[in-house]
Nanobody, 115 residues
Framework: QVQLVESGGGLVQPGGSLRLSCAAS????????MSWYRQAPGKEREWVAR????????TYADSVKGRFTISRDNAKSTVYLQMNSLKPEDTAVYYC????????WGQGTQVTVSS
């Protein structure tokens, strides 16, 4: 019963900020690398960020580097994505991901950046 539940999406103006959360259950969260992906309508799903199990190494796609920060709270089994300086091209459904046997995905949370 691996489960990922994203939340925190919404409508924000360009230049604004948003923090996404992904609540995980059904696996030993603290031992797994976690990732964020996003997908806009008609586009391929793209990788956004990943964080190692203890949070020691964080890696980002070039498109979000310097603007987004991935973090995790292993005590809460939750991974976060802090998004700053948002651009219209950041508009997408954002998904939490973990490889537990095979790739697992949440239901996604919509982020819309528009004035």
């Amino acid at each position: 019963q691996v489960q990922l539940v994203e939340s925190g999406g919404g409508l924000v103006q360009p230049g604004g900020s948003l923090r996404l959360s992904c609540a995980a259950s059904g696996f030993i969260f603290r031992t797994y690398l976690m990732s964020w992906y996003r997908q806009a309508p008609g586009k391929e799903r793209e990788w956004v960020a990943r964080i190692t199990s203890s949070g020691g190494v964080r890696t980002y796609a070039d498109s979000v580097k310097g603007r987004f920060t991935i973090s995790r709270d292993n005590a809460k089994s939750t991974v976060y994505l802090q998004m700053n300086s948002l651009k219209p091209e950041d508009t997408a459904v954002y998904y939490c991901n973990v490889l537990v046997g095979y790739n697992r995905w949440g239901q996604g949370t919509q982020v819309t950046v528009s004035s």
